[in-house]
């Protein structure tokens, strides 16, 4: 698809008698482009080459100063323009391997392989196509606007959010030692349930830390018709996942935030055939270190000692593996969310503001701020949906199509309009105190 340059750079600025609806109104074709261009065009987690190389384009168009391949396919944008404070917006890259159910002409029909070697569709059924758009868009009008503000701004465009290990990647790789460091980070996330021109707020604790857990459970395969030679994995494994509900209901806090979701039961290979093991998978969510502690522990108990009353001898104990880093908790600082938050107020009106509960999905946006001197962050959700649809769904009770759905996708000009002119809004206030 032919790339749209941008057209304002060569006529210089957007002065303070302009405005910013304008300018948006005016970009919105190309950004409109741009938004199907990577909605048809998704690419998965730690392999978004081309979504890298397409996001470093545009916002050197823009007039910034563009590093590629940080932390595999990150890019960093920097934009100096003066004294002052620095400012970091980051967008994500990564699609999901979901097969994209729709007739929209963009719809993704891109399919590919995934690490595993298995054949995947890939669709972009996050969002992150819509925050990539809001990015290069907001990184345009800041761009066309630098006799409003003075500071410095660090763009970055970030892999493998989907696998909560892109933000780790960039860092380790030197973004806060390497570029400016920001005094301040932001960042839009697309939601599925809240209509256009609404922005979901939640300040403090504002996603859930994740982990996942693999369990095997082992045990003494044999014939179906004599359980009683054998150690039933399966039975022990449907004990285990019952058991470990209990962990949330019975031993924590009942208004303490908690998930413990199995998504994953894998055992035998006939009807007649006891196994000798069966594969758990799980997903853990939780809001606080001290709590997630509590949970994976009692995990491993509850574990341990299932496998102890079957009758198992120490070495067929189940064995309970913690994969990967995993995704901490996002606290959105008070003091940035309600600054923020009020801007917004301002130019979209008081009811576009909507507190939103702690979510219990994860976001590595939140290792941004685990730094020595806990750089301040705020990520707010950008309603994407039709507001007649949200209002029927509120009548008559029909589920909206949510993240990761094969169904789900924002409206996408006037998601973008108010993407765009809220993240510019935004780092503009920032710079000016």
Known sequence: ?????????????????????????????????????????????????????????????????????????????????????????????????????????????????????????????????????????????????????????????????????????????????????????????????????????????????????????????????????????????????VALQTIDSRELHPVEPVVVTVGKFNGGTKHNIIPDKVELGLTVRTTSPETRNQVLESIKRICRGLGIAAGLPENLLPEIKLTGPGTPSLFNDPALTARVSQVWAEAFGKASIIERKTSMAGEDFSRYTMTSDKIPVFLAWLGTVAPEKVEKAKTTGEILPSLHSPFYRPEAAPSITVGVKAMALAVMSELKR
Request: proline letters at 5%; glycine letters at 10%; a negative charge.
């Open 1 to 241: 698809m032919k790339l749209f340059v941008f057209a304002l750079l060569a006529t210089a600025s957007l002065h303070a008698a302009d405005s910013i609806d304008t300018f948006i109104e005016e970009q919105r074709p190309s950004l409109i482009q741009l938004y199907e261009h990577l909605h048809a065009n998704p690419e998965l987690s730690f392999h978004e080459e081309k979504t890298s190389a397409r996001m470093a384009q545009e916002i050197r168009a823009a007039g910034f100063e563009v590093t590629e391949k940080v932390g595999g396919f990150g890019v960093v944008a920097v934009l100096k323009n003066g004294p002052g404070k620095t400012v970091l917006v980051r967008t994500d890259l990564d699609g999901l391997p979901v097969r994209e159910i729709g007739s929209v002409p963009y719809v993704s029909k891109t399919t590919t392989k995934d690490d595993a070697g298995n054949d995947v569709s890939v669709m972009h059924a996050c969002g992150h196509d819509m925050h990539m758009t809001c990015w290069v868009g907001a990184a345009r009008a800041l761009a066309a606007s630098k006799d409003q503000w003075k500071g410095t701004l660090v763009f970055i465009a970030q892999p493998a959010e989907e696998r909560g290990m892109g933000a780790l990647a960039m860092i380790e790789d030197g973004l806060f030692q390497r570029f400016p460091r920001p005094d301040v980070c932001l960042a839009l996330h697309c939601d599925a349930g809240l209509p256009v021109g609404t922005f979901g707020v939640t300040s403090g604790p504002a996603t859930a830390s994740t982990d996942t857990v693999d369990i095997l459970v082992k045990g003494v395969g044999g014939h179906g018709a004599m359980p009683n030679t054998t150690k039933d994995p399966i039975v022990l494994a449907s004990q285990i996942v």
